[in-house]
Each structure stands twice: as C-alpha cells, then as structure tokens.
C-alpha cells in the first residue's frame, strides 16, 4: 500500500494530480493487491482449510480459480472486504472454479453488510456481465 500511505502522509506536499497520474497511482495498488490476493490463495494454510486437494502445489491452486473470481477477489481486496471472514464464504468457491456458488455469496448482502450499495452494486453487475 506505498501509494496509499504516500499519498495520505503528501496529500499537501503533491496538491491535485491529473488523471494519468491518478491512473498510474491505481496501476500500482492494483498490481499490489493481486499479488496480495496470489500471495493468500497460494499460502498453505489457505489451501489446507479451504482447497479440495490439500496436496496441489500452491501455483496450481492459484492458476485454477477462473479469471472472473480473480478479478473479484482482487477488487476485494482492495477495498479491504477480502477478509479472514469473508474468505470463509469465498475462499473454498474460488479454489472450486465455483462460478455460481461465489455468485450466490456475491449477492448475499448479509455477507457484505460493510460495503456501501453502490460498491455492493457494481460487484454484482461486474460479475455478471463478464
């Protein structure tokens, strides 16, 4: 999160940006929380508790989840709601290449009860229009 945090401690010193900077600043925080996201989907201990084949080799349970869940999980992440929690009602899905069971848990508002409607909103048509 160094753009994040660079950008909150700077805010004065940088003043306003222009949109290819501000594009090139979601460049970086995107590529940050993909990583992210393969770093948890590859770690062992996610695989253990939430992946069928306990013995797949971390890339492969990670190469496995469908583009679309990937894309999703990323957003999530993101913004912060790809949680210990949530990766209870997910995680699992993903690993499966469970396409409709994560969008049953997408559309679960009492899963995402933190995320503002319109957020909640635009997930949903995402993952349904891709």
């Keep these: 999160m160094f753009s994040l945090e660079f950008r909150c401690k700077k805010r004065d010193l940088v003043g306003e940006i222009t949109e290819q900077q501000q594009l090139n600043l979601f460049m970086i925080s995107y590529e940050e929380a993909r990583k992210d996201v393969g770093r948890i989907c590859k770690s062992r201990w ?3 508790k939430y992946h069928t084949n306990q013995n797949i080799l971390p890339i492969q349970a990670w190469d496995n989840i469908p583009d679309k869940i990937k894309e999703l999980l990323i957003d999530l992440r993101y913004r912060g709601d790809y949680s210990k ?3 209870g009602y997910i995680q ?4 499966d290449g469970d396409v409709k069971g994560f969008e049953k848990v997408l559309v679960d508002r009492n899963v995402w009860f933190t995320v503002p409607k319109d957020r909640f909103k635009r997930r949903i048509d995402f993952y349904e229009n891709n």
């Design 85 to 87: 929690r949530t990766r």
């Design 46 to 48: 996610e695989i253990k």
């Design 92 to 95: 699992k899905l993903a690993y």
